[in-house]
């Protein structure tokens, strides 16, 4: 069974920038597709980014389109979210969580099939 472990979460200010991690502590990334989800306290969960296994798509919700980037690398079996001029709305516990293939829903947390166990980000000053 596929494990992931996120990382990099903290505190940070507003207009200031996290990386997450998401690596595998077992078997390889190469096969799924990564998708990034996060909830706030009293919210639904919130797909934020998917990327395919051969990074050849990347799919981002608009809420956090031209300040996060998702890639990864395979040979490290990990997956990276940068998050740059964050907001205190970015305030969440971020999961990664993977499939087969980001699809035609990527935020849909139905269709994924493992998940980390969250990394806390809180943005505030």
């Known amino acids: 069974q596929l494990q992931l472990v996120e990382s990099g979460g903290g505190l940070v200010q507003p207009g200031g920038s996290l990386r997450l991690s998401c690596v595998t502590s077992?078997?390889?990334?190469?096969?799924?597709?990564i998708g990034w989800f996060r909830q706030a306290p009293g919210k639904e969960r919130e797909g934020v980014s998917c990327?395919?296994?051969?990074?050849?798509?990347?799919i981002y919700a608009n809420s956090v389109e031209g300040r996060f980037t998702l890639s990864r690398d395979n040979a490290k079996s990990t997956v990276y979210l940068q998050m740059n001029s964050l907001k205190p709305e970015d305030t969440a516990v971020y999961y990664c969580a993977a499939r087969w293939n980001c699809g035609l829903a990527p935020f849909d947390p139905e269709d994924y099939d493992y998940w980390g166990q969250g990394t806390q980000v809180t943005v505030s000053s």
């Open positions: 990327i395919s296994s051969s990074s050849t798509r990347t």
């Open positions: 077992r078997f390889t990334l190469d096969d799924y597709a």
